[in-house]
């Protein structure tokens, strides 16, 4: 399908606006960074969905609010490229041939630009493989592709409990079991292939990819072509999570499972809940809810060649709700992911749910608030976190799963009379029930000391040995005020968190 739009005169929105008052530091930054505001086209309401930088160094982005926007940072000068979209929360540029797709609720549009006025005036439907409803919780999230040219992208659940907004039309493929409230499985599928993971082919071509998602509000793909996705905290969902996409796998949630062929003309509501947990795939990393996330958005790899400091091919994931970022490692045991994540700056101004590194290896994070309130107050805004280029932070780079414990690595050498001690060290460990209900709190918690301690040499990594379980989260908390670096300087942030899915064998 094509359609054209009626054209506007190009208007650049320059920012010649009231000028912006101190930015607030975040309470958490590492030594070296920085975090600054970006100056946002006066009269949009700019809650970022989608963010890419074109081959001409230019950023696009596109909006909550159906629109794409142009922003020529030497100049600090903005364009609006599109509008008329339906809540875009994706976008993809072509690296060479600076073609520009968005995904909207309801499809993945081409947007083109006939005349070359730097307005787009063709809307091309790429593909809308999926189905949507007037349900608000639908969104579709995106975009990726590899580098075979596949698109992939998320999609929603539909909110459907009984009577909400006065109305049963969206009360459709709900599952809970018995012994459950009929109301504690708050999502469902209204459409088709809610609750999906889709990949789009270079030509146009829907396939559904992976099911059993609810809320995943962002999808990264790494150098190999591996895919990456985030979901929050609800029914089904213990706590917000990081999982690794691979074709074929169920991540949790039922309700996507009326689409998959297994199950046509099955009743959801039959299946006990023990056999769908043997059928989910536990995330790859958990992100306890309240304490690092409560609304993780898109994960984004460090590929900047060490321009972002020294954190070269780590992940980072914005949070829409506690308005931070948070960094991730991670490691394979028994062929598969599970790994640590860190609280990185906390707080940003708003909720942060977009991310892309410019070629100078400054992040930027678009950011949203509306909704459902974030930390920081804005309803939207655009910031960019940059490293200085020289000041090394001391913080823990690394964390990683032995056979005995876990392998701390630091990106300066520790104080080694501090760091030998075992009393400067906690663990605790915990583990996330599987049930329909809305989250899950901390089961089986136990709180304990490493039972022993070795530093490195060189005093870059310690060792600790403790007792170690499957299927729980660790988190690994340095003494603060008392944790230094050997040269005396402190930590931005004295806490880890590991998701300990397999022993290793």
């Known amino acids: 399908m094509k359609y054209l739009r009626s054209l506007f005169p190009v208007v650049l929105a320059s920012t010649l606006i009231a000028p912006l008052p101190a930015q607030e530091k975040p309470s958490r930054i590492p030594a070296g960074y920085t975090a600054e505001e970006i100056e946002t086209p006066e009269g949009a309401s700019l809650g970022v969905g989608g963010m890419e930088f074109a081959p001409d160094g230019s950023l696009m982005l596109c909006t909550r609010e159906g629109e794409v926007w142009k922003y020529i940072i030497k100049e600090k000068q903005w364009s609006l490229f599109a509008d008329g979209l339906h809540e875009s929360l994706g976008l993809w540029i072509d690296p060479k041939t600076s073609e520009t797709f968005a995904i909207q609720r309801g499809e993945i549009t ?10 787009a005036d063709l809307y091309e439907s790429f593909n809308a493989g999926w189905g949507v409803t007037d349900n608000y919780h639908e969104y579709a999230f995106g975009l990726v592709r590899d580098s075979k040219g596949n698109f992939y992208g998320t999609l929603n659940t539909s909110l459907s409990w009984p009577g909400w907004a006065r109305s049963k039309k ?3 493929a709900r599952v809970w079991t018995t012994g459950f409230k009929d109301t504690e499985g708050k999502m469902g599928r209204a459409a088709k292939y809610r609750g999906w993971c889709f990949k789009v082919t270079s030509k146009g071509e829907f396939e559904p990819f992976a099911a059993g998602l609810r809320s995943p509000a962002g999808i990264g793909i790494n150098k190999d072509d591996e895919l990456f996705f985030t979901d929050n905290q609800g029914d089904w969902e213990a706590t917000s999570s990081l999982h690794h996409i691979v074709k074929g796998r169920f991540h949790g949630h039922p309700s996507s499972l009326w689409d998959h062929p297994d199950y046509k003309g099955k009743d959801l509501n039959a299946i006990p809940l023990k056999d769908y947990e043997k059928l989910w795939k536990r995330p790859a990393v958990w ?24 954190f070269e091919n780590q992940m980072f994931i914005g949070d829409q709700g506690r308005s931070n970022i948070m960094r991730v490692s991670l490691q394979k045991v028994g062929g598969d992911y599970q790994g640590v994540i860190f609280d990185f700056v906390n707080r940003l101004q708003t909720g942060c749910i977009r991310h892309v590194f410019a070629e100078d290896g400054s992040l930027w994070v678009g950011q949203t608030g509306r909704g459902w309130g974030s930390a920081g107050g804005k309803e939207y805004g655009l910031q960019r976190v940059s490293w200085d280029g020289k000041t090394t932070p001391f913080s823990m780079h690394d964390v990683k799963l032995t056979k005995t414990g876990f392998t701390i690595t630091f990106t300066k050498p520790v104080d080694p009379s501090m760091a030998k001690e075992a009393q400067n060290y906690m663990l605790e460990r915990w583990g996330y029930a599987y049930h329909p209900r809305y989250g899950s709190g901390k089961t089986n918690l136990k709180k304990e000391a490493p039972t022993k301690v070795t530093v490195a040499k060189d005093g870059r990594s310690v060792y600790l040995e403790a007792p170690l379980e499957e299927e729980r989260v660790y988190k690994i908390i340095l003494k603060a005020g008392v944790y230094k670096a050997k040269d005396g300087s402190g930590m931005a942030n004295n806490t880890a968190w590991y998701t300990l899915n397999q022993l290793i064998q």
């Not at 992100?287 to 321009?307: D, M, Q, R, V």
């Open 110 to 119: 081409k947007l083109i630009d006939t005349n070359g006025d730097g307005r």
């Open 170 to 172: 969206w009360d459709i």
């Open 287 to 310: 992100i306890p809810h309240g304490e690092l996330a409560t609304s993780p958005g898109e994960p984004i790899f460090n590929y900047t060649g060490g321009k972002f400091g020294p």
